[in-house]
């Protein structure tokens, strides 16, 4: 059922931008402004894509392999501009600095809101790399600058290309930012073309085009990423030693500061500033409350069916090598590649099409969150079922119960973080979705981030101010239960939890199976009597 939620909008889109023949879609491909937002979009997600990588990396590297003062406390503002939408940094952008638009103001900000993608598998993977190839590679004679560029950032590509992908497609699916910021991207064009005319097929077509383009850029992140060397074996067990930056401190605590003032400080300080320019006109706060009680709902739902979709879904992609299981969550992952106009606009024709009476009305648009978060809440789930060794399901098996009192007692509890980080993630990605949001949403319903757009569109910016506000506040919220979920925080490791449920289920599973032995002994002993 939900793999068929994921295909139906990408079939109907296909249908219907051939609904008046290849040649009028051909001819909508080859025209001069397809040919310009293509130019655009690639040009934009290139910069944005490379300099996330540069800036990622290198406050990887800083937070996790030097002596740079406060590291843990820096790493953790890094991940800040992650609670905030793009297109509020956008908003601020433009209230703040309207000289610099187009491509430079939508570089700035999408590299702002995108770094942390790279950021955090980079400083993942450089806490568990071998420390003692780098050493090998100073025995051999390479400096320590040719040791890190030569092994160890070797080490790390596989994580740092993951990111890599995971910015250039928000990059290509981003709408909010870049229509605040003047920049005519594809999204952007998808969307005038589908408000201006009746016609919807143009809109259609490019949002064919857009597909394609994620395509591409999905292959060429695997292509990337092969002939990649595994490393066999655990390594040396030991921690890599923190470099002594000396002469370098003050350039790296330069780039440090630019990057929270510029991702962290700049946009808190002007979001403030606008509250309070906001409260200086007498803005009600009332319609503010009500968009945030509304994202809520609608995200909450979104998020319980999206979870409860995907849990079939992980469990058999976690446990099963077979055909059916890749094929499943491949069909599955489909929404990954498919940006939120395109989806949007997809369920726009479906429910035009084939269901008029749920058009613009809230299961309409929850099946629109279900197909774009679909994937997000496949991973974490599949990560959360995978990570469980399934000799604890066998050593339940041996004891004589069954596979579905084995989940219920075992899988279940110790997924349950894993699940709920998965739901979390989703509820965050749902409260922050824009150009689905405005497509689908009910009539004379508003969300905080269609509130705010709609104030933008007219420049009303201390207007927008409480609305970006309270969407900040309600991504904070989220962020916080997925930091918990994953054991975020001093001193944690983000496994005690789940350790100490296996440990309870593992002994009340052994003290219920010890007590129907006694039992049974006790009435074979009464009948030997008898």
Known sequence: MACSAALIPLVYLIIRAGERGPAYAFEVVRSGRSAELLVNTVVLVVLVTAASVVVGVTLAWLTVRTDLPGAPVVGALLCVPLAMPSYVLGYLWVAD?????GLTGSVIVLTISCYPYVYLPAAAALRTVDPG??????TLGRGSLRAVLG??????????????????????????AVAMLRYDAFTVGIYHSYRASFDRVPAAVLACVLILVALVVMVGERRARRGEVARVGAGVDSLPDRVRLGRHMP?????????????????????VRWVRAAAEVDVSWGPVFAAAATTAGVSGIAALVTIVLALPIGILAARSNGPLARTTEAVAQIGFALPGITVGLAVVF??????????????????GYVVLFLPLAVGVVRSAIGAIPTALEDASGALGSGRFRTFLRVVAPLSLPGVLAGASLVFL??????????????????????????????????????????????????????GRSFGWGAGGSGRGVPVRTALS????????EETQAEETQARETQVSAA
């Open 350 to 367: 479906v429910g035009i099409r084939l269901v008029p009476g749920l058009y613009q009305q809230l299961p309409l648009l929850v099946f």
């Open 505 to 512: 289920a593992r002994s009340e599973e052994t003290q219920a």
């Open 151 to 176: 092994v160890t950032l070797r080490q790390i590509r596989p994580a740092v290309a993951a990111g890599a992908l995971l910015v250039a497609l928000y990059t290509l699916s981003d709408f909010g």
């Open 133 to 138: 190839l780098e050493e090998v590679a100073r």
């Open 429 to 482: 990605s749902v409260a922050k979705e824009l150009p689905a949001t405005l497509l689908l949403r009910p009539t004379g319903t508003e969300t905080l981030a269609s509130a705010m757009w709609a104030h933008t569109e007219v420049a009303a910016y201390s207007q927008a101010a409480p609305y970006a506000a309270m969407l900040v506040a309600v991504a904070v919220i989220p962020a916080v239960v997925l």
């Open 251 to 271: 350039p790296a605590l330069l780039v440090v500061g630019v990057v929270l003032a510029g991702g962290v400080l700049a946009p808190l300080v002007g979001l």
């Open 97 to 101: 600095f309207p000289q610099v638009l």
